[in-house]
């Protein structure tokens, strides 16, 4: 199993950032990434990373805004959260896996999951 916790989250203006952390133990994990979810909506897929290596996906709604990154030895996670705007609302989760089949397409399922932190952007 592997323990995620995150932080970082609060409340922002439209154009602010915001960074979050994602803190991991437990066994290792090759992918680990953030998904967020809006009222009312699905959770969807914002930014994915392998640890090894550094390869990194973004849905195309982030791009160019918000930037994911990794330390491995703290087994810490980020998302730097840029230019934001308030369809960017609502509670962000960090997740991780062994596996990391389709990481790069948005479509990746991972088993862990951190308890969320909630970001409200307004305007």
């Known amino acids: 199993q592997v323990q995620l916790v995150e932080s970082g989250g609060g409340s922002v203006q439209a154009g602010g950032s915001l960074r979050l952390s994602c803190v991991a133990s437990?066994?290792?994990?090759?992918?680990m990434g953030w998904f967020r979810q809006a009222p009312g909506k699905e959770r969807e897929g914002v930014a994915t990373i392998l640890t090894v290596g550094g390869d990194s996906w973004y849905a195309d709604s982030v791009k160019g805004r918000f930037t994911i990154s990794r330390d491995n030895a703290k087994n810490t996670i980020y998302l730097q959260m840029n230019s934001l705007k308030p369809d960017a609302t609502g509670m962000y989760y960090c997740?991780?896996?062994?596996?990391?089949?389709?990481?790069?397409?948005?479509?990746?399922?991972?088993?862990?999951w951190g308890q969320g932190t909630q970001v409200t952007v307004s305007s």
């Open positions: 437990g066994y290792s994990r090759n992918c």
């Open positions: 997740a991780a896996d062994q596996m990391c089949r389709l990481w790069y397409s948005g479509k990746w399922s991972p088993q862990n």
